[in-house]
T-cell receptor, first 113, second 114 residues
Framework: DTGVSQNPRHKITKRGQNVTFRCDPI?????LYWYRQTLGQGPEFLTY????????KSRLLSDRFSAERPKGSFSTLEIQRTEQGDSAMYLC???????????FGSGTRLTVV | GNSVTQMEGPVTLSEEAFLTINCTYT??????LFWYVQYPGEGLQLLLK?????DKGSNKGFEATYRKETTSFHLEKGSVQVSDSAVYFC?????????????FGTGTRLTIIP
């Protein structure tokens, strides 16, 4: 198992374009999280899935953001009509049950120009 | 709400120096506490954790003790190495119907000079 995989590693997009990121968690991990990390800050929680169900969304996740985990395996995070303020590192993490440790991916760095 | 305040950086030390990075927290309930490390170009890695008061987490020579009375979880290492250069994040989680999302501090960048 190669851990949590995120693609792409880097994405540069023009303001107003849509972007989609993918996260492949560790196969036996049923819980999946997205976090956002802006420069000089710690990661902030965006959303949480248990299997295919999205159980919690942060207020940070505006209407332009949508996340899915259609078969309880990989997940996608889409940002529509990107803005410069969306520029950040988007981190995915997965874990098994209650009390288990997180495993983080290396992240997708988004730059909106 | 829940929050974590950690020592602002950057911190620059000479090799073999003693390291302390301060971390305090505010939480409703009984959090678990964590230190994560982020090396350049990599994701966050769990360094150590403690799940209840007075627990001591330790790993790779780093230690931190969960102090409920001072709401603190300071990271220490007796003799740092150049390879310890990284960004360190203090974090907490509280179980909420199985979510246990993490709340992070702003991070402390540590640079060790040979």
């Amino acid at each position: 198992d190669t851990g949590v995989s995120q693609n792409p590693r880097h994405k540069i997009t023009k303001r107003g374009q849509n972007v989609t990121f993918r996260c492949d968690p560790i196969s036996e991990h049923n819980r999946l999280y997205w976090y956002r990390q802006t420069l000089g800050q710690g990661p902030e929680f965006l959303t949480y899935f248990q299997n295919e169900a999205q159980l919690e969304k942060s207020r940070l996740l505006s209407d332009r953001f949508s996340a899915e985990r259609p078969k309880g395996s990989f997940s996608t995070l889409e940002i529509q009509r990107t803005e410069q303020g969306d520029s950040a590192m988007y981190l995915c993490a997965s874990r098994t049950g209650t009390g288990s440790d997180y495993t983080f991916g290396s992240g997708t760095r988004l730059t909106v120009v | 709400g829940n929050s974590v305040t950690q020592m602002e950086g950057p911190v620059t030390l000479s090799e073999e120096a003693f390291l302390t990075i301060n971390c305090t927290y505010t939480a409703t309930g009984y959090p678990s506490l964590f230190w994560y490390v982020q090396y350049p170009g990599e994701g966050l890695q769990l360094l150590l954790k403690a799940t209840k008061a007075d627990d001591k987490g330790s790993n790779k020579g780093f230690e931190a003790t969960y102090r409920k009375e001072t709401t603190s979880f300071h990271l220490e290492k007796g003799s740092v190495q150049v390879s310890d250069s990284a960004v360190y994040f203090c974090a907490l989680s509280i179980s909420n119907f199985g979510n246990e999302k993490l709340t992070f501090g702003t991070g402390t960048r540590l640079t060790i000079i040979p």
